[in-house]
């Protein structure tokens, strides 16, 4: 089984940072792209970043500048440095990954939880 946990969200002020974490662990063999996606009430899940195994990053417009997408490959990691929050980043966080389990089967898409995040005073 493969699981991705994450850590970091709460409650901050507009203007403040947070950083996520997310965590896989399990029977992996290889994780090739990792991401971030958020859930607004009533949204639809929307993507936030994301990084390739290579370290190749992709922003959405509304975070690029503000986010910053990172991964330790050594850990199965990845991170998401959230600065300048404002209250429209208020959301639930899921982090997601796709993950080869053995050398001799397909990938796969993980989801996270989720954690919320919410900006305000």
């Known amino acids: 089984q493969v699981q991705l946990v994450e850590s970091g969200g709460g409650l901050v002020q507009p203007g403040g940072s947070l950083r996520l974490s997310c965590a896989a662990s399990?029977?992996?063999?290889?994780?090739?792209?990792m991401g971030w996606y958020r859930q607004a009430p009533g949204k639809q899940r929307e993507l936030v970043a994301t990084?390739?195994?290579?370290?190749?990053?992709n922003y959405a417009d509304s975070v690029k500048g503000r986010f910053v997408i990172s991964r330790d490959n050594a850990k199965n990691t990845e991170y998401l440095q959230m600065n300048s929050l404002k209250p429209e980043d208020t959301a639930v966080y899921y982090c997601?990954?796709?993950?080869?389990?053995?050398?001799?089967?397909?990938?796969?898409?993980?989801w996270g939880q989720g954690t919320q995040v919410t900006v305000s005073s």
């Open positions: 990084i390739t195994g290579g370290g190749s990053t």
């Open positions: 399990g029977s992996i063999f290889n994780i090739y792209t």
């Open positions: 997601n990954a796709v993950i080869r389990r053995a050398y001799n089967t397909n990938s796969a898409q993980y």
